[in-house]
């Protein structure tokens, strides 16, 4: 077999064979094909894509490039939770305690940032002493213990998806749906839970910008995971402007914080209830989701979500008093305002260009190798639908280089139309799929 013949092969629209694929998958993550390779035959998948055989043909030998993890050793029916990415996406950090407060056994392996900001790794990261990288009998351990452990994905988990994730983000082939339904359940199938929920996300800071695409992505990963064996379901939620106010490593991991505190944004607030109450259901451990749900809200209220956060971050090392001191997170050294420049009301709020701001305050990576800063971000003031003064604070953004800042500042008051009356109202769950 050859890799340019395979590459041009998909570049003329033509089907690959379940044998290609696996010479690809394979050959890469030996370091057999070299990045521009593999660069190329990405973009070739990119613009030509792929059926439902030749994605689950990729999504299988992603799985199986490396360990394959048993979590028998856990009690109960371990539920694995994955965000497809959006703005402000730090629901994993309620949603895992909630879930885990309740009696869900939480064994969660999450990835870096692709894009706009860190992913839920780099967030914890923020939290001094925590630790990501942890070994698998202390991970299980950690579950059967305090019921919630996330690590870092490591390159035994999926190590294909590893690499090509990396390679996708820094090549313009991250929005495709079977680049990302095969990264999405390689990892989750091969990380060994029960159940799978998925929140895929629509609108302008997603990666499926319709209500359509985020369906046939939903649809097509609670197929495969199904069809494996691990009962999935998935919600589309919206992702036109972003979720909470936080946008930003600490500045997320403050935003969950306060979440947990019961003061958190309602939108946030709304959804991680929502996801959580599916995760006790899936579980077994509500007969309905509308239980479930009833069960989340009730951990959140009574503060044994919050409990349960400081628990799993103490046993991974972290420091549990950020829930107390906040100055105890990364702090920017620099902060910089974004002011309305009329009066009336926030008509658009988009979240792509929020995103790309906060990438460039530092917050995110634009290339594989890049640093996140930890401390770097915006903290939004106002939210679409919101009547504003000309001169009010739009948002604030946060870095440690105040040449950033500025660029950033620009494409962050872009991101803002203000207009005489107010939008509609948006739906922010749009659709639950696998529980038909």
């Known amino acids: 077999m050859n890799t340019v013949d395979i590459i041009i092969k998909k570049r003329n629209g033509v089907k690959l064979a379940p044998e290609e694929i696996k010479y690809m998958v394979e050959g890469y993550t030996a370091g057999n094909i070299p990045d521009y390779q593999m660069s190329a035959f990405l973009m070739a998948v990119y613009f030509s894509g792929m059926d439902r055989e030749e994605t689950v043909s990729l999504t299988e030998y992603m799985r199986v490039s490396g360990d394959v993890v048993d979590l028998s ?17 730090k629901t994993t950090l309620v949603v895992g305690p909630l879930a885990a407060a309740c009696g869900v056994p939480v064994a969660k392996m999450s990835g870096r940032g692709l894009g706009f900001t860190g992913g839920t790794i780099d967030k914890l990261e923020s939290i001094p002493g925590f630790q990501t990288a942890v070994e698998e009998c202390e991970f299980i351990n950690q579950v059967n213990e305090r019921g919630i452990a996330v690590i870092g994905q490591t390159g035994h988990i999926a190590p294909a ?22 990264s999405i359940m390689s990892k989750k199938l091969a990380a060994g839970s029960d159940a799978i929920l998925l929140d895929v996300k629509c609108g302008s800071g997603a990666f499926m910008k319709t209500v359509e695409e985020a369906e046939k992505l939903g649809r097509l990963m609670v197929d495969i995971g199904n069809d494996s064996g ?15 106010r936080a946008v930003g490593n600490s500045l997320e ?35 309905n989701i509308a239980e ?3 069960k989340a809200a009730a951990a959140l209220q009574s503060g044994r979500g919050l409990e349960k956060f400081r628990s799993f971050v103490e046993g991974q090392g972290g420091d549990p008093e ?21 009066d ?5 709020l988009d979240a792509m260009k929020i995103g790309l701001a906060s990438q460039h305050t ?3 990576r634009q290339r594989k190798e890049d640093q996140v800063d930890l401390s770097a971000g915006i903290v939004l003031h106002q939210k679409l639908g919101d009547s504003v003064s000309r001169g009010d604070v739009l948002c604030v953004l946060y870095g440690n280089d105040q040449t950033k800042l500025r660029l950033a500042a620009e494409e962050a008051l872009a991101a803002f139309e203000i207009g005489d009356n107010a939008p509609e109202k948006r739906k922010l769950i749009i659709k639950t799929i696998g529980d038909e």
């Open 362 to 364: 530092g917050a995110g």
């Open 73 to 89: 050793r856990i009690k109960g029916i371990k539920v694995d939770k994955h965000s497809t990415g959006g703005v402000g996406d």
């Open 344 to 348: 009336g009301f926030i008509t658009t």
């Open 230 to 244: 691990k009962k999935t379901m998935a919600v589309i939620s919206d992702m036109e402007q972003p979720l909470g």
């Open 161 to 182: 998806d590893k690499k090509i994730y990396a390679l996708r983000d820094v090549t313009g082939t991250v929005e495709n749906l079977s680049l990302i339904t095969s």
């Open 292 to 294: 479930g749900v009833e």
């Open 253 to 287: 991991v403050s935003e969950a914080i306060d979440v947990l505190q019961g003061r958190g944004p309602a939108d946030i607030t709304e959804l991680s209830v929502q996801l959580a109450g599916m995760m006790i259901y899936l579980s077994g451990l509500a007969g």
């Open 322 to 342: 950020i829930t107390r001191s906040r100055e105890l997170l990364p702090q920017a050294a620099h902060s910089m305002e974004v002011k309305a420049e009329r």
